[in-house]
């Protein structure tokens, strides 16, 4: 496998602004493909925003499948010859929303994972997903899906790894909060370490700018298979693009020593 080049843009939509952060996907998606990535991530919700008052308003902005934001993307993936990851809310039916992530690959295929594990007041909103997180067999290699809150469950991000997956997308918004002095985001500690305990490229684009009140880490971030940062993993208050070739085939060896194999050495029985 050659190395797949991969980009994190961290933006900062504006909520309910659907128009412009249509447009915002848009230029990043293009300038990604400019500088010849092959894989794109955008941040959680990019479509629509976050801090929705009540799930009137995020109904309002929502879209189907078949939308005008999905069918940008599919256009640019197909134009492009890029993977599009990035998050949307998607309208159910009954009035339902969900806070989901598409996968659009340029030959028109079309994956959509709805986050499992919502957070706070999402739990208001938004309808949890009741699926595994999808691997996709892409051009470039094997690619997961999930969400934010989802990188905090260990066993959700396993499920992933013992798919197969060689990368694992996740946009997310970090919602920012104190932390000790120098110390960096306890988000970024943890994908670094599900990354680590998996053997697993995890690319996780974050957002930036204040939105109703709340703050964000900025905190994206690009890691190896080892668990080490390759771009990012700071906290930025500022629109970031992270790019890096990785070597994917180095997430299919899992053996951390010539006895030790990071799935292999799992003894469910006793847990």
Known sequence: MNPVRVMCHQLSPRIADVPYNRALCADAIRGAAALGAQVVVLPELIQSGYVFNDREEAHGVSETLDGPTLSQWKTLAAELNIIIVAGFCERLSAGRVANSAALVEPDGGLTVYRKAHLWNREKLIFTPGSAPPPLVETVVGRIAVMICYDLELPEWVRLAALAGADLLCAPVNWPDGPRPGGERPGEVVRVQANAAVNRLFIAACDRYGEERGVN?????????????????????QKELRLMVDLPLAEARDKYISDYNHVHQDRRPGLY
């Open 216 to 236: 964000w880490v900025g905190g994206s971030v690009i890691v190896s298979a080892d668990g080490y940062p390759l771009a990012g993993g700071t906290a930025h």
